[in-house]
């Protein structure tokens, strides 16, 4: 085991930052801060920056820099605002950068972090559906890792033993030829029996409570409509450098399996654990160890069933239209990012219906 990381979180003020800054706060001789960063949350921005006593702190917005700059006058620590202040962050050398920026709006930290030979530990993945051969093919340049944080993405990576991240020595391997291919499982989301014709009356309050996941309003919309698998398998794609013939998804309302492993000798290598995101963030920020952040443990017995099916496209025509835009490649992906991104805030202002 190393010594204590030095870690960066974009998005500090976001469910994966907090996540991420609990796991901090509980093993303070593991992980230090040295950088936070958050969009436009300035208070508790703030009242992060007393507890962790980061080197740096930046904001997005740049309205809020002067009400930030009062609240952490007492504060030895240097304060930033803009995207571009915030990217340079990003790319300020440590053990790790925790990538929760949610949106497109994280994709400059992002490609910022991987310039500049970080380890990347992404939860954002708007930015490999739009930009994903941009940054994987700048990571292989650079010789930066990026780790996933999603749940079905790093149980994938935990199952698939030998893959160590995007970095050129890791591309060509022998472990590519092991693996035939992968499957990412969905609970199915809220809706999964409700029937269709009554998807017109669903309101935003009902699309954001996830059955399992304790998640933010726009990833929750997408579960809801599934077209957050549809932008994990696109995510897949490039994580692990696959084909899109290569990434299956099953509905698996227990959410007891989160990613499985075909292996090419037969073999189905499958990650287990409960529903708390703080399993995914901590193996990346202890990779390549684990981190012992004391979770109760699944109680197989008391789940008792597990059960999958195949994804319904009537039902979920959204996670149709991302492997449609798979297939299709070119700037198909960030196409359909962008427009969802515009349809998922319409819905939660209630202008769209679901």
């Not at 469910?15 to 040295?34: C, E, K, N, T």
């Not at 990347?120 to 051969?133: F, Q, R, T, Y």
């Not at 994987?136 to 033993?161: K, M, Y």
């Not at 998640?215 to 450098?241: C, H, P, Y």
């Amino acid at each position: 085991m190393a010594g204590v990381k030095q870690i960066t979180v974009l998005g500090a003020t976001g469910s994966i930052g907090q996540s991420s800054l609990a796991l901090v706060r509980q093993h303070p001789d593991r992980f230090a801060v040295h950088g936070l960063v958050a969009g436009k949350d300035f208070n508790r921005l703030a009242a992060l920056a007393y507890e962790f006593k980061p080197k740096i702190i930046g904001i997005h917005d740049q309205a809020n820099l002067s009400a930030l700059k009062e609240l952490v006058s007492t504060l030895d620590c240097q304060l930033v605002a803009g995207e571009a202040a915030c990217s340079e962050i990003a790319a300020m050398p440590v053990d790790l950068v925790i990538a929760g920026i949610s949106g497109l709006a994280g994709l400059p930290s992002v490609m910022a972090a991987v310039r500049a030979s970080q380890t990347v530990a992404i939860a954002n993945k708007e930015s490999l559906v739009s930009a994903g051969a941009i940054v994987t093919r700048q990571a292989i340049l650079s010789g930066a890792h990026i780790l996933p944080i999603d749940s079905e993405h790093n149980a994938v990576f935990q199952c698939w033993n030998g893959w160590k991240g995007h970095q050129s020595a890791d591309m060509t391997n022998g472990k590519m030829t092991e693996l035939s291919h992968i499957c990412l499982t969905a609970s199915g989301g809220p809706f999964l029996t409700l029937p269709i014709g009554e998807f017109d009356a669903i309101t935003p309050a009902a699309a954001v409570k996830h059955p399992n996941w304790e998640m933010g309003q726009k990833i929750s919309v997408d579960s809801a409509t599934m077209m957050n698998k549809g932008l994990e398998v696109i995510e897949a794609r490039w994580l692990f450098d696959l084909k899109p013939s290569q990434i299956d998804v099953l509905i698996h309302p227990q959410q007891a399996i989160h990613g499985l492993v075909y292996f090419r000798d037969g073999s189905i290598i499958a990650q287990m654990s409960g529903a708390d995101m703080r399993t995914p963030i901590s193996f990346a920020m202890a990779w390549p160890d684990r981190l012992d952040w004391g979770p109760e443990p699944l109680d197989l017995a008391a789940i008792a069933n597990l059960t999958f099916a195949q994804v319904d496209p009537n039902r979920f025509p959204c996670f149709m239209l991302a492997r449609q835009a798979l297939e299709a490649g070119g700037i198909a992906p960030a196409v359909l990012n962008a427009a969802n991104e515009v349809a998922v805030d319409a819905f939660l202002t209630g202008k769209i219906g679901f």
